[in-house]
C-alpha cells in the first residue's frame, strides 16, 4: 500500500494568505446568496469576482499553487476520460433498472415469507 504525503500550510504567511483566499471565496458566495433583490448579472459577478480574487490571492502562496496546479491537472484529466455513447449509457441504465426490480421483487418474497414463517405459522401455535 503506498503511502500518500499529505502537505500542509508551514509558514504564517501561507496561513495569513489561505484564509485570506478562502474568506474571498466564501464572501463571493455570501454575496451572491443575499443580493437576491439584485439584478442576477450583478449577483454572478459579485460571485465570480470573489472567486477569482480566492484563486489570486491563493497564487501567492505555496499551497495556493499546488492547490491551483492540482486542479489544473485535474482539468486535464477529466479532458482524456472516453466517455460511454448515448447507446452504451442507455443499456447501462436499462441494466441497473432491471437488476432493481429483480431485487425489489426478492426482497419482498423474502419478506412475505418471514412474515408467513413469524406470523402464520410460529405465533399460531399459542
Do not use: C, H
Amino acid at each position: 500500500m503506498a503511502t500518500q504525503n499529505v502537505e500542509t500550510v508551514t509558514s504564517k504567511a501561507d496561513l495569513v494568505l489561505v484564509t485570506l483566499a478562502v474568506l474571498a471565496a466564501v464572501a463571493g458566495v455570501l454575496g451572491f446568496t443575499f443580493l437576491t433583490e439584485q439584478p442576477t448579472l450583478a449577483r454572478v459577478g459579485v460571485l465570480i469576482g470573489g472567486l477569482v480574487a480566492a484563486v489570486v490571492i491563493a497564487w501567492f502562496s505555496q499551497s495556493g499553487k499546488r492547490f491551483l496546479a492540482y486542479a489544473r491537472e485535474s482539468y486535464e484529466e477529466t479532458k482524456r476520460v472516453v466517455w460511454p455513447s448515448r447507446k452504451e449509457t442507455v443499456t447501462t441504465t436499462g441494466i441497473v433498472f432491471g437488476f432493481v426490480v429483480i431485487m425489489a421483487i426478492f426482497l419482498f418474497l423474502v419478506d412475505k415469507s418471514l412474515e408467513w414463517v413469524l406470523y402464520d405459522t410460529l405465533l399460531s401455535w399459542r
